[in-house]
């Protein structure tokens, strides 16, 4: 059974910082490239990173500089390390494992914010 499992998130006060893990379970997870997105309540889901097989990364221009998206292929997991964190933050994280026309979906893990 293939599982991708987020875990990591919380509450913390603004500027501080939370490391998202995405776990994955049933596959060979070193050959997907993995896409984190969050969605806010009644907000559309936005592309937050991207990390590529090879380990090249993208980021969103709202999170440059703050966050970093990284793999561990041996513990099949990606991360996300999120500093400096804004209330704009707040949302349900969710990672996204793509290999040709197979997607996977974890099940999100919520970050709040506060001011």
């Known amino acids: 059974q293939v599982q991708l499992m987020e875990s990591g998130g919380g509450s913390v006060q603004a500027g501080g910082s939370l490391r998202l893990s995405c776990a994955a379970s049933?596959?060979?997870?070193?050959?997907?490239?993995v896409d984190w997105y969050r969605q806010a309540p009644g907000k559309q889901r936005e592309l937050v990173a991207t990390i590529t097989n090879a380990g090249n990364t993208g980021y969103a221009d709202f999170v440059k500089g703050r966050f970093t998206t990284s793999r561990d292929n041996a513990k099949n997991t990606v991360y996300l390390q999120m500093n400096s964190l804004k209330p704009e933050d707040t949302g349900n994280y969710y990672c996204?494992?793509?290999?040709?026309?197979?997607?996977?979906w974890g099940q999100g893990t919520q970050v709040t914010v506060s001011s």
């Open positions: 049933g596959i060979f997870f070193s050959i997907y490239k």
């Open positions: 996204r494992a793509i290999q040709g026309i197979t997607i996977y």
